[in-house]
């Protein structure tokens, strides 16, 4: 049928709920539809095992023998709380994520630092987009001409959404659709974005802003090049700067690249915590990957789920 696999949440007694998967493309691509009121337990301390009594164990028996219909419904302190917001937020660990995963480091990672400030770029430059305000700033990148993408866009992309936003999305670059119309995040990745996002509880433009690690397209959609992150890098620091994000997402290889300075693989970033600036930084595939690859969009699906953990430890941390 062309459907990919379908992301399930679990409920608190172990048991799957399916989320809807709807046609994503002509090519089947599969796109996730948002996950609406789910309760999911919210993580902590897990109690070891408790032996029971033997009048206890006799009530179990005598339960597990009566028809489901008419078993006696276990009390459940969280059901007394708000359902409202135990709701509009998923903070479920994936089991994928190991235990103070948040503590990691980047030292764990392997691979060549990349250099800040790389041969060629200009310090005036940097420091003249450095004092930019908004308007500014999205003028400067569309009439941009510091790498040889410049030579072949429609028009460069600066970015979208909220500009007070506590979560900061940062992608590749544009693709042919952004290129068009001058918005990142618009083809079937933006759905399959805009549907991932929803099924934590956020929306594109609320307490959302999205923008990528290069503002023009790369010919043919070709992953960019460090020269060319390089050049955009003042852009993106710049709008971290006005944004100032509670949390960063690195949507694939070449955004991670630019937060880091350092050449990562998704598989081991995954799952760790990291810092840009001081700002938490999580790592995970960009949907045109998952669009690509639907067996790890179940991984995607843990990382937003650590990355909504994350962020409530945080608001735990300030408040």
Request: charged fraction near 25%; hydrophobic fraction near 40%.
């Amino acid at each position: 049928m062309g459907l990919g696999p379908i992301w399930r949440l679990r409920r608190g007694d172990g048991a799957e709920m399916p989320v809807a998967v709807t046609q994503g493309s002509a090519a089947g691509d599969p796109v996730v539809a948002a996950a609406v009121n789910v309760p999911v337990p919210a993580p902590g301390h897990v109690p070891g095992p408790v032996q029971a009594t033997p009048a206890a164990q006799a009530a179990q028996r005598q339960a597990a023998a009566m028809p489901r219909a008419d078993r006696p419904r276990s009390p459940n302190p969280a059901e007394s709380g708000d359902r409202a917001a135990r709701s509009d937020a998923i903070t479920a660990v994936p089991r994928a994520v190991a235990p103070h995963a948040s503590r990691r480091v980047l030292s764990d990672l392997r691979g060549p630092t990349l250099p800040r400030q790389p041969a060629g770029i200009d310090p005036d430059r940097t420091s003249r987009i450095a004092t930019m305000g908004w308007d500014e700033l999205e003028a400067d990148i569309r009439a941009c001409t510091a790498c040889e993408l410049c030579e072949r866009r429609r028009q460069a992309v600066p970015g979208v959404g909220d500009r007070h936003a506590r979560w900061m999305l940062v992608g590749e670059g544009p693709g042919g659709e952004e290129d068009q119309r001058g918005e990142p995040f618009v083809g079937q990745a933006g759905k399959l974005l805009d549907n991932m996002l929803a099924a934590i509880g956020l929306a594109r433009g609320e307490d959302v802003y999205i923008a990528n690690a290069v503002k023009c397209r790369p010919p043919h959609n070709r992953t960019p090049e460090s020269a060319e992150l390089a050049a955009c890098l003042p852009y993106l620091e710049r709008q971290i700067d006005l944004v100032q994000p509670e949390l960063l997402v690195a949507l694939g290889r070449p955004a991670a690249q630019a937060l880091l300075d350092i050449e990562v693989r998704i598989g081991a970033a995954r799952g760790k915590l990291f810092e840009h600036r001081g700002i938490p930084v999580v790592v995970t595939y960009h949907p045109a990957y998952l669009l690509r690859n639907p067996q790890d969009k179940a991984r995607a699906w843990e990382d937003l789920c650590f990355a909504r953990r994350c962020m409530r430890e945080r608001e735990q941390e300030q408040g």
